[in-house]
């Protein structure tokens, strides 16, 4: 079936410098992708989605990127702060436009040190 | 998402015991989810609902039940609780023309 999957489960950058947080998936049909931000003892929230037919899209201090090509998304957040340490996760739609059925992925950890 | 509530926060029941779950929402969506999460392991739907007369199961319904009282609330029920089903449980709203899902702060249950 269908996977969503991240390459490293922990980063850490150090406050100021831009992260970088990588999900790959595997069914190329899907064709809708969110980005959350999940901090300890809190519900994901969401931060920023991307349909298939965009490349690119800019929020604040963040840009998520779509290469269809090699099924790659990501999300860049500028000027990382500590209030961005978190877990991220992306997720998909797995094909078949149904934003009620997403596909999550596991999620990677943010760490910000000074 | 302040939103979006659920009760109780946190709890620890034994196995066999009948759990209710509850979520409220005020962003008036017509659509509610209901999501558990596992160390290790992607978010995994457990049932949604439409409105007060649709519901539908997700990927692991097994186990769970759910009523969807009003637009505004809906409640997920373990009927005989097991080790298992500890895990972080989330509810998530989204509006009928928007795509993106809207999640309470989880309600963590432990049974041992």
């Known amino acids: 079936g269908e996977s969503v999957g991240l390459h490293l489960p922990t980063l850490s950058v150090q406050e100021g410098d831009n992260s970088i947080i990588n999900c790959a998936y595997s069914n190329s049909a899907s064709d809708y992708f969110i980005w959350y931000k999940q901090e300890s003892g809190k519900g994901p929230q969401f931060i920023i989605d991307?349909?298939?037919?965009?490349d690119k899209r800019q929020g604040q201090r963040v840009t998520v990127l779509l290469n269809k090509t090699v099924k790659h998304l990501s999300l860049q957040i500028a000027a990382t702060q500590p209030g961005d340490s978190a877990v991220y996760f992306c997720a998909e739609t797995g094909g078949s436009y149904n934003t009620d059925k997403l596909i999550f992925g596991t999620g990677t950890r943010l760490q910000v040190f000074p | 998402d302040a939103d979006v509530t659920q009760t109780p926060r946190n709890r620890i029941t034994k196995t066999g015991k009948r759990i209710m779950l509850e979520c409220s929402q005020t962003k008036g969506h017509d659509r509610m989810y209901w999501y558990r999460q596992d160390p290790g392991l992607g978010l995994q739907l457990i049932y949604y609902s439409f409105d007060v007369k649709d519901i539908n199961k997700g990927e692991i319904s097994d186990g769970y039940s759910v009523s969807r009282q009003a637009q505004a609330k809906f409640s997920l029920s373990l009927e005989s609780a097991i080790p298992n089903q500890t895990a972080l449980y989330f509810c998530a709203t989204r509006g009928r023309d928007a795509d993106t899902q809207y999640f309470g702060p989880g309600t963590r249950l432990t049974v041992l």
């Open positions: 991307i349909r298939s037919n965009m």
